[in-house]
């Protein structure tokens, strides 16, 4: 099957260096394509089968992908059911400008060498907040502010989701990245590891070796960094007592919040409270 050049000049406005479009569909008209401009694209709602670099990859809501200008594509419905994406193309130059501005510790010589896409998943809260900020691209009159205002978009989204990004985490199963998710709600991890269990689609067994291969933790541990950066969070912006947080977060008595709160951050609560001047 031939592969489709699609040119920046069609599907880039070049006066403000970007375009955002809203797609719902069964399947991607353009077939197996590449483009010489770079890609964020969301997926909204429903199953898709995106094919990519040679392979199948199943995509769920949330999921973030950033297309490079090298990368064979091609969308499709997973399970014959409309789907929708909002697709954020722009041009090389504001990438360059952007990753030269981020400097060497960003991981942007990873992010443009990997072998497919880099990917994440979004909570509901921030694939909605995306979608809007996104779209509110096209509805700028004045040329010059989109540009600025996408610049800033995707200086948000790279720094916020791709800063830590490795190519070991993107191979990271889609069931633990939404299990992980899920847990990062105070609901569920205060509840600790049987919630774990609970909302994991995979044996305690194989969530066990999943863990420790994609994110080298354990069950134990991923609940109490969750709890801890909470605490962290709680004593930073509230009044309550230590006492007070170490129960709010999940944590069963003070000793061992205080055992577990020193080793990750080397002094206690009440001391990284009166370090940072706060209550």
């Known amino acids: 099957m031939d592969i489709k ?11 403000c260096g970007c375009l955002c479009r809203y797609v719902r569909s069964d399947t ?10 770079y890609e964020i694209f969301m997926v909204m709602s429903g199953e898709v089968c995106h094919i990519i670099n040679g392979r199948e990859q199943n995509l769920s809501v949330g999921q973030l992908l950033f297309i490079r200008d090298f990368d064979v594509h091609d969308y499709k419905s997973a399970d014959g059911n409309y789907f929708d994406f909002v697709n954020l193309s722009f041009t090389k130059d504001n990438l360059d400008a952007m ?27 921030e694939k909605e907040k995306l979608f809007f900020s996104m779209t509110e691209l096209g509805g700028i009159a004045d040329k010059k502010t989109t540009k600025i205002k996408m610049r800033a978009l995707l200086m948000n989204i790279f720094m916020q989701y791709f800063f830590d990004y490795s190519e070991a985490k993107s191979e990271v199963p889609l069931w633990l990245e939404l299990t992980y998710e899920k847990m990062k709600n105070p609901v569920n991890f205060i509840k600790g590891t049987e919630r ?18 994609y994110y080298d933790t354990s069950p134990c541990a991923l609940v109490n960094d969750l709890r801890l950066e909470h605490s962290i969070n709680l004593l930073m912006t509230s009044n309550l007592s230590v006492t ?35 209550r």
């Open 28 to 37: 991607e008209y353009f077939r197996p394509h590449y483009h010489n401009y």
């Open 99 to 125: 990753f030269m501005y981020l400097g060497d510790k960003f991981p942007s010589k990873e992010m443009l060498s990997a072998p497919y896409p880099p990917t994440v998943i979004l909570s509901e809260r």
């Open 244 to 278: 007070d947080i170490c129960y709010e977060c999940g944590f069963e008595n003070i000793s061992w919040f205080y055992k577990v709160f020193c080793k990750k951050y080397g002094i206690t609560p009440s001391q990284y409270r009166k370090k940072y001047n706060l």
């Open 5 to 15: 050049m699609l040119d920046k000049s069609n599907h880039v406005d070049l006066e």
């Open 196 to 213: 774990l269990y609970e909302i994991c689609p995979k044996s305690r067994e194989h969530l066990c070796r999943s863990l420790k291969k």
